[in-house]
């Protein structure tokens, strides 16, 4: 019997010519050079037990668990004694026994599972690893029936924070050093090791530095036993009384399959999916524990509507009317801030809301700093792409050059972080970021820095092509921050089309392209269409099966919120959006105190729910269906987790209630409608508008001082989609500002030293860094940490800040 290894799906293909024919248990297979022996037996459903191995890790026999016999077939590629097949590659005429035809390698393992147990504690009933540990399974396939040692077993004092959510249990490890690989060859984060030799070695953490790393979790996930385990799901259910459904990450646009296990109609866990195109099998820490937002005490569960100027529960029906009625009396005049968070089908029921039930194109979902420039952008680089023609997770790992402008991907996608350094490991892929200071990311990935000041990326970009380092061969990464640089995106694009350089826009938020492609912007209708565009308009109105759609440019999200302010727009209806998303919150907040009428579609109170006139409380993520469409434009489904007897209300039912009480269909009331809608209406095929060589407005920085601010959120802050889960905040970075040695000494400033940053919107103190190769008269704080924020503050990249009291 032969079998190419080529069909299966963990074997890499290779040329014809690279192949070797090795037999395995009889059974011949063909299988590119260098393949180890393990995957060879995978190749045609040989299962050798393992504890070490790992297919995205290296590999190192740690655990010896998976030796075979490899006799001399005459041709000399014989061993005397038993192998462990984790490292041993494949050869020409290799003749491989497993423990399926040798007694050999059935005694050496059942010695290796023997060896291990002698120190392994029995506590299978209380250990959170039970029912889905290797370590119960192998010894109940490949082990003896009992064992045979009567000795005392080696203890420890018990658990050991690794970090602030990763304990250690070290009498369970089996020191296969999973956990160390995956630090020191993944995340790039070695702050665990093994420590000790021989009986007393052990899993053990650098003194002086915690295990705080954002893709922690996996270490916890690939551990073979119940060694490494979470804070927050210690003990908490066992493994076989969870109900498991896979989903797709809500919280950036890296779009990582998700394992979402539940139990009680309560989220007990999420584990990292295993998809290779996109996480492979890792994701980050905000994706796997950050799941709590909107539990707690302030999750909104019944509408509730303004009556004497306080808000009061109220049922549906007296909510709907109330609605209805602020919306008829405030006709077209209305604006709709959906926010970039929402699934693919609600972001397109917003957009049909706004234009086949309102009348108005006044929709955008850009709550946060945007430009003219950037819409324009969208338009013609990003809108209405299909997932054939962008760049995906693949070409990253392919590419020559990859250049990074306003974008730290390790805070902004992380799985785009881990697809870059596992590139620059094993390929020597080039990262080149464009930046003030080499970011801990950037450090990981041997980037090479740019040094370049907020605002000045456009004439770097420039540069840069002038001295040959933008090619065919060169992936442009732009992340949302570009857009306050002038010129920078448009650059980016003209250089993508004068070089065959490829580009690809990266927004933080998940639902930021779906946002798009639905149509959430003022000057685009679903599927990238312009609104410009007659054809465009009767192609989407004859879908819907309306009259006309409104012609005229709609409102952005800033200008929306100035028009409520003025009191041209009438009323507003939100989803999911914080004042301190926005450029400038302390306008928001004004113009929501002001505005004459205020729908808030959330699932839990917040600032705009508060001051909202009527507050519709909408199902969680995992409570309902949807789609989420990642920075590749792939298409991630959001499956219902935790299934009620009476389905919840989610965004589509709300605006389909609305919408039927306006005398008007949206056409759809659920996620899987509401998708056979948006494939209905298709890509647009027509012509784009091209950028113009410095398109839009440019975007003014506010405030006054010598200093140009650098910022960006990182990760892990104190966010609404952070809160409820202080295990997981307790490993965010310590929130400092960051200066050059030569800007520290003109200024007077010295490393620890609490400093006052004068923002565009008050002041922040904060502990300054001294940062080695920083740009000089720049300084950083984040965007989106501490008590008081940045963000908070009105204050993005490029603004002019100085610093206040002593140092100044």
């Avoid at 490292?87 to 059942?110: F, H």
């Amino acid at each position: 019997m032969s079998v190419d290894a080529k069909t299966d799906p963990k074997t890499e293909v290779a040329p014809r010519e690279d192949l070797i024919t090795v037999t395995i248990d009889g059974i011949e297979v063909s299988v590119p050079k260098g393949t180890l022996a393990i995957r060879a037996a995978e190749a045609v459903g040989i299962d050798i037990p393992r504890f070490c191995d790992h297919p995205l890790l290296d590999p190192v026999g740690a655990c010896r668990q998976c030796m075979v016999e490899i006799p001399d077939a005459g041709n000399g590629r014989g061993f005397p004694k038993p192998q462990a097949s984790c490292t041993i590659e494949c050869a020409q005429g290799m003749v491989i026994n497993t423990q399926q035809t040798s007694a050999v390698a059935k005694k050496a393992q059942e010695g290796m599972l023997e060896f291990l147990l002698i120190n392994h504690p029995l506590d299978c009933p209380i250990c959170d690893k039970g029912g889905e540990c290797p370590l119960q399974n192998q010894s109940l396939t490949h082990g003896y029936g009992e064992s045979r040692y009567e000795g005392v077993k080696r203890t420890f004092p018990k658990p050991v924070n690794i970090s602030a959510q990763v304990l250690l249990d070290r009498e369970r490890c089996v020191l296969c050093a999973r956990c160390t690989r995956f630090s020191e060859q993944i995340s790039g984060d070695p702050f665990i090791a093994l420590v000790e030799r021989g009986a007393l070695q052990q899993v053990g953490s650098y003194a002086e530095h915690p295990y705080d790393s954002y893709f922690s979790g996996n270490v916890i996930q690939i551990c073979p036993v119940g060694a490494l385990t979470s804070v927050s799901y210690r003990f908490q259910s066992r493994p076989f009384d969870l109900v498991s459904t896979t989903t797709t990450c809500e919280h950036c646009a890296a779009g990582c399959e998700l394992r979402t296990d539940h139990r009680h109609y309560q989220v007990k866990r999420r584990l990292a999916g295993n998809q290779p195109e996109v996480n492979e099998e890792w994701n980050c820490d905000k994706g796997r524990f950050a799941f709590t937002s909107a539990r707690g005490d302030d999750r909104l569960t019944t509408p509730l509507v303004r009556r004497d100027g306080v808000l009061v529960k109220a049922s549906w029906h007296e909510a709907i009317d109330a609605a209805v009625h602020g919306l008829q009396a405030a006709g077209q005049q209305v604006g709709v801030l959906p926010g970039g968070r929402l699934t693919l089908e609600a972001a397109y029921a917003y957009g049909r809301f706004a234009r086949a039930v309102l009348g108005t194109n006044n929709i955008d979902y850009r709550s946060r700093p945007h430009t003219t420039e950037e819409g324009q952008f969208l338009a013609s680089n990003v809108a209405g792409r299909r997932f054939d023609d962008t760049v995906h997770y693949a070409d990253l790992e392919s590419a020559k050059r990859v250049v990074l402008v306003g974008f730290e991907p390790e805070d902004e996608s992380p799985i785009v972080f881990l697809r870059l350094r596992k590139a620059n490991r094993k390929k020597k892929l080039e990262v080149v970021t464009l930046a003030p200071f080499a970011s801990r990311g950037s450090v990981k990935l041997n980037a090479r820095l740019v040094h370049t000041v907020p605002g000045t990326e456009a004439s770097v970009l420039t540069t840069l092509r002038d001295e040959g380092q933008i090619d065919a061969e060169t992936i442009i990464l732009v992340g949302e921050r570009a857009a306050y640089a002038q010129g920078a995106l448009t650059t980016a694009a003209q250089l993508a089309l004068e070089t065959g350089a490829r580009l690809a826009w990266i927004p933080r938020r998940a639902g930021e392209v779906g946002a798009i492609e639905a149509g959430c912007l003022p000057n685009l209708l679903p599927g990238g269409r312009p609104l410009a565009d007659a054809s465009a308009r009767v192609d989407v109105a004859t879908s819907w099966g309306v009259e006309s759609l409104p012609a005229e440019v709609g409102l952005d999200a800033d200008a929306i919120v100035a028009a409520t302010a003025s009191g041209a727009l009438k009323a507003l209806v939100t989803a999911g959006i914080e004042p301190e998303d926005f450029r400038d919150p302390q306008a928001v907040r004004e113009a929501l105190d002001g505005a004459g009428f205020v729908i808030s579609i959330e699932n839990r109170l917040s600032e705009v729910s508060q001051r909202a006139d009527v507050v519709f409380p909408v199902a969680l993520i995992e409570e309902h269906a949807g789609t989420f469409l990642n920075w590749e434009h792939r298409r991630g489904r959001v499956n219902t987790v935790i299934r009620h007897q009476v389905a919840p209300m989610t965004d589509i039912r709300v605006l389909a209630a609305l919408a039927d009480a306006l005398g008007t269909d949206l056409g759809f009331r659920g996620s899987r409608d509401a998708l056979a809608s948006i494939d209905e209406l298709g890509t647009w095929d027509g012509e784009r508008a091209p950028l113009a060589a410095q398109s839009g407005e440019p975007y003014a920085p506010a405030g006054e001082g010598d200093l140009v601010l650098a910022t960006w959120r990182e990760l892990l802050d104190n966010s609404a989609a952070n809160d409820n889960e202080p295990d997981l905040m307790a490993t965010a970075p310590q929130t400092v500002a960051k200066l050059s040695p030569a800007t520290a000494a003109r200024l007077g400033a010295t490393p620890g030293q609490q400093v006052g940053v004068a923002l565009p919107g008050g002041e922040l103190a904060l502990p300054l860094e001294i940062v080695a190769g920083m740009a000089d008269d720049v300084i950083w704080v984040p965007l989106h940490s501490g008590t008081t924020t940045a963000s908070a503050l009105g204050a993005v990249a490029g603004d002019r800040v100085r610093l206040v009291g002593g140092a100044a």
